[in-house]
């Protein structure tokens, strides 16, 4: 037979082997055999826990969605491809309130599928095959694959990692690497999956440098409400002379543990939001009008609802970064923001695929190996998230010591 997928496709699902491929193996099997909500068997610190208390949206949102639904009218099937225009201004309306720049609802503004779709809809618009984008090491995993498939090429560069255990933001790092070649640069703030908080002075100095070589920025800003210890999370499009430079994008999947409605946005200048929205079209025409109710309700919500859950995440943190930190050969980063820690495992084992086959094997414990995060400074780590409930943490936290023990 002719191989009939394409090679396009074929990128998102490179050839892996060693303890990688042992990983994934040991991972889905023990996903099928055994029941994810039994908290003695198999347990996933990979993602948060969405969908068990206190990780479920709160109920002024379910509220919001269900009387959407209550009350259908033409809009509920087809709203505009852009989003609702009244969601559009109360999405204005908070970037000017609470990240200090100003948006155009109708010309700036893009309403996605989560904000993972933001992602794909920017590079597929902005990437030409062999356009190289810079990303720090460590960051969001899914950055590498969707430039590759948007033709383009990721060039990494390090971030820089301190005695604490933080992995921190490194301006020469990046403006070593840093070219006229570089069309994009993509990043998190707060980092996931090492929870720094971009200072002020950081964000200039990206400034600096995308100006000096000429290239936009993608500024995800997914994380930019779970930030803890009076540490503030700065917009890069709040950075003057920026916003026309810079693709932002912001969602509900986070604090909001708002998951279940796939729902996020784009903020783009107008030159570039246009491709995006004709993507948008091309790919799945709008996203679901109920979703689009329950993100208005989040971001009309009273600030208490946040600071609540907030509080929640910061409690959690607290435990597992003290809890790693007792582990001997393990050290911990207390992350400034995110859900996740990001412990240092090199001293036990410098692999981090070959540590977390352990871990899965020995403790039925599945955390993210760090190799997914960048090809460096991210190896010899473990993404552990906290957003789960105590006691599940407590057991995770217990597994993972008598795991060492035996090592
Ligand atoms: C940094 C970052 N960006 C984007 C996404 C995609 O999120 P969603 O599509 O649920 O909004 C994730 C998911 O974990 C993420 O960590």
């Known amino acids: 037979m002719k191989k009939f997928t394409s090679d396009r496709v074929n990128i998102l699902s490179p050839v892996i082997s060693g303890s990688a491929a042992r990983f994934d193996e040991l991972r889905s099997t023990m996903r099928r055999a055994i029941d994810p909500q039994d908290a003695t068997g198999f347990l996933e ?65 893009q309403i996605t ?8 809809c920017t590079t597929q618009c902005l990437l030409n095959p062999g356009d190289k984008v810079l990303i720090p090491d460590p960051d ?47 990043f998190t703030n707060p980092n996931n999956p090492g929870g720094y ?22 500024a995800d800003d997914l994380y930019e409400k779970l930030v803890y210890d ?5 917009s890069f499009a709040s950075i003057p002379g920026m916003k026309d430079r810079t693709i932002t994008i912001m ?42 109710k329950a993100l208005q309700a989040f971001i009309n919500e009273p600030k208490k609802y946040r600071d609540m859950r907030r509080d929640i995440h910061r409690k959690a943190r607290d435990y597992v970064w003290k809890e790693f930190n007792k582990i001997d050969g393990i050290r911990c980063n ?42 460096e400074v991210s190896e010899g780590h473990q993404r552990f998230c906290f957003a789960s409930p105590m006691d599940r943490l407590e057991e995770g936290i217990r597994r993972i010591k008598a795991v060492r023990e035996e090592l």
């Open 45 to 109: 610190f990979g993602n948060a826990d969405a969908g068990r208390d206190p990780f479920n949206p709160d109920a002024h949102i379910r509220k919001a969605a269900l009387e959407a639904m209550e009350h259908p009218g033409k809009d509920l099937v087809y709203t505009p491809t852009q989003g609702l225009l009244e969601v559009r201004k109360a999405i204005a309306d908070k970037c000017e309130r609470e990240n200090g720049f100003e948006v155009d609802p109708r010309k700036e503004v």
């Open 113 to 120: 599928v989560g904000t993972q779709m933001a992602i794909f």
């Open 140 to 186: 969001y995993s899914g950055y590498q694959r969707i430039v590759k498939y948007s033709g383009g090429v990721p060039v990494s560069f390090p971030f820089r990692e301190d005695p604490d255990g933080q992995t921190r933001f490194d301006a020469e790092a990046m403006e070593k690497i840093a070219s006229p070649d570089i069309k994009l640069m993509m």
């Open 197 to 218: 908080i971009m200072k002020r002075d950081d964000l200039e100095a990206i400034a600096e440098i995308a100006e000096k070589n000429d290239f936009l920025v993608f």
């Open 230 to 234: 009076g540490h503030e999370h700065i």
């Open 251 to 292: 969602g509900v999947s986070k604090t909001e543990s708002m998951q279940m409605f796939r729902i996020g946005y784009v903020i783009a200048p107008q030159r570039i939001l246009q491709h995006i929205t004709k993507l948008v079209s091309a790919i799945l025409i709008r996203s679901s009008y109920l979703s689009q």
């Open 334 to 375: 207390k992350p400034m923001g995110t859900s996740y820690v990001f412990p240092n495992h090199r001293e036990i084992n410098p692999s981090s695929y070959d540590f977390a086959v352990n871990l899965l094997e020995k403790g039925l414990v599945q955390l993210n190996p760090g190799r997914q995060y960048g090809p």
